[in-house]
């Protein structure tokens, strides 16, 4: 172990912004970013891409100022989500969260301009335009911008549905959680009843002891249960939204934006699922065999992630985070210490508190070169691997910080690659690190239960997206038939090896009502695939690889995944042979567990 120094379990948000929800100069800021948004919104309007004189020039100085401008929104939503995940009950930030869908609309409205203005030049013009030097860094982002474009609706329409959406797509997730945030979950211990809320609730399901588990998982199915009314509305009005706007530009299949977003090809989710599914009889064999040693027939959904040993080791903030510390070293110093930066630094709010929004998630902040990362650390192995997955997405966009602003986007996918990769070291060093044979065997368990995690939960996940959706285009779904939808997808994506399943899980994960993103659970699978590839690779170089993953995680703003897997790994994605052989690493795990 490192030094012993204490780290902090808040996070510090004045060196950015002084003065939390109520600070005057984020106020300043956010007038500074609507100003410039409408400087770059007069400027795209002189954009004239017939005029060959000035068109080249005048293309170079928007790209600048869209890269100033999409810094300093990414900046200000990022101050928006920290606040209001850290207090749920904050008012003014709760306030700012509608401020920022005002701006994210203000801001689609100019780029939809922009986009459309790319589409007016033709393919020789285009040519042209990308291949001079002062723009050549952007072809791949700038072409993929006009590609999109050509499939939208025209502008006037794309920005009346942006405005539209403020209030309607939008509004509907953000009313989903607030509706969550307010909630609580009626727990009995030691013969009293407490009160908590969702997030706090949610650990309580890795207790050791089936029958406290029993009636946590029971009391939380009653609070989502008492509003599945509402979440029914959010859910079915939210999607109405998205199918409306498909349907008006012509799209037939509800994964068109999921797949471009992720810069993938269809024929490469399918190749993954298919490896997946020729696969989960070794993962049954591990539920099987868990079922046996906690004494059951059958695992019940809330056993899934339940701990095989009695004792649950716990471990202090500052002992996980130097134990993330000390194994990122083994395999990238660089990692390490950025690790040891962002908890000097108080980058992170890990504290176990009432009134945090549930869930854990990472945001940069683009204009300072700063992230942060927000979870409820509570002390357990999951616990730091959450950490240390979290650490891995600010790693990914720390090493991406001096790239062209535009080339910094990149997509969940590989953002999920860079967070998976970081965890697995984590794993892989408990695992090794086991004192004696019955923690290795508790550890194997955690690690496995990832795989689970990703190729049975996750696909249950996109299982029931996809058919939901399909029932939406012919009208809106009954909560009841919503339950079903969800029971039919979990009993398929765990080949019905468990003995109940979760029928109000459409409502408890706020990835379903998530805006920005449709289908938020396939790219979770293939980042944890994509890295165990990656992990794979890095073992077999050595000491070599650090400076490779970086130049792979640098790629990832201005690539397609496919063209991204071959230059850095030399393979072919859309087949399933680089799918099967990260998943064999999986199965290993599982000989492992079940032989000890």
């Known amino acids: 172990m490192q030094g012993t120094k204490e780290y902090s379990q808040t996070w510090d948000l004045d060196v950015i912004f002084p003065g939390g929800s109520e600070s005057k100069e984020f106020q300043t800021y956010l007038r500074t970013v609507q100003d410039e948004i409408k400087k770059l919104g007069t400027s795209v309007d002189d954009f004239d891409p017939g005029n060959s004189e000035t068109r080249t020039t005048k293309l170079v100085n928007i790209t600048k100022q869209l890269e100033s401008t999409m810094k300093k929104l990414r900046e200000s939503f990022a101050f928006i989500s920290c606040l209001s995940a850290q207090n749920v009950k904050d008012g003014a930030a709760n306030l700012l969260v509608g401020k920022r869908s005002a701006l994210k609309a203000e801001m689609d409205a100019v780029k939809t301009n922009f986009d459309q203005k790319l589409v007016e030049l033709d393919d020789e013009a285009w040519d042209e335009l990308i291949t001079d030097e002062r723009l050549h860094e952007l072809s791949f982002v700038l072409s993929e911008t006009r590609n999109k474009a050509k499939e939208l609706l025209s502008g006037d329409q794309e920005v009346l549905i942006n405005d539209l959406a403020v209030d309607g797509y939008h509004a509907w997730g953000q009313m989903y959680e607030t509706i969550v945030g307010n909630m609580t979950v009626e727990i009995e211990e030691d013969g009293q009843v407490n009160s908590y809320s969702v997030g706090q609730a949610a650990n309580k399901m890795s207790n050791p002891d089936r029958e406290v588990r029993k009636h946590v998982f029971e009391q939380i199915s009653k609070a989502w249960s008492d509003h599945a009314d509402l979440f029914g509305q959010t859910l079915n009005h939210l999607a109405g939204f998205r199918l409306q706007t498909y349907k008006h530009r012509g799209w037939e299949n509800v994964l068109k934006e999921p797949l471009a977003i992720n810069r993938m090809e269809e024929e490469t989710l399918h190749a993954m699922w298919t490896a997946i599914s020729n696969n989960k009889q070794h993962f049954v064999k591990f539920l099987n065999k868990k079922a046996e040693l906690l004494g059951l027939d059958k695992l019940s959904i809330y056993d899934v992630n339940a701990p095989i040993s009695k004792s649950v080791k716990k471990s202090s903030y500052t002992e996980g985070a130097n134990f993330i510390v000390d194994h990122f070293r083994e395999f990238s110093p660089k990692m390490a210490d950025f690790a040891e930066m962002a908890f000097e630094k108080r980058w992170i709010e890990a504290e176990d508190r009432p009134g945090k929004r549930p869930g854990g998630f990472c945001t940069s902040f683009p204009d300072s070169e700063q992230t942060r990362v927000f979870m409820t650390y509570s002390g357990t192995t999951s616990n730091i691997s959450t950490l240390a997955h979290e650490l891995g997405h600010a790693y990914h966009q720390h090493v991406m910080n001096d790239i ?145 993953y970086i130049a792979l995680l640098r790629d990832t703003g201005s690539m397609k995944v496919e063209d991204l897997a071959k230059k850095h790994l030399n393979v072919d994605l859309t087949k399933p042979n680089f799918w099967e052989e990260a998943i064999a690493l999986c199965v290993k795990d599982v000989e492992e567990f079940v032989t000890l």
């Open 404 to 548: 062209h602003g535009l080339n910094q986007g990149y997509a969940m996918n590989v953002a999920e690659t860079a967070s998976t990769f970081a965890e697995m070291i984590v794993a892989d060093a408990s695992v090794k690190s086991a004192q004696n044979k019955e923690e290795k065997q508790a550890l194997l368990e955690d690690k496995i239960g990832r795989s689970v995690a990703f190729f049975m939960n996750i696909h249950a996940r996109f299982l029931f997206e996809t058919r939901f959706y399909e029932e939406r285009k012919q009208g809106l779904v009954s909560v009841e038939r919503l339950n079903e939808l969800m029971i039919e997808a979990q009993k398929e994506a765990y080949s019905d090896a468990l003995g109940e399943y979760d029928p109000n899980f459409w409502s408890s994960k706020l990835h379903f009502h998530i805006t920005g993103v449709p289908f938020y659970n396939f790219p979770y699978t293939f980042g944890y695939l994509f890295s165990l590839g990656i992990y794979a690779h890095a073992v077999e170089k050595g000491g070599s690889f650090e400076d490779d």
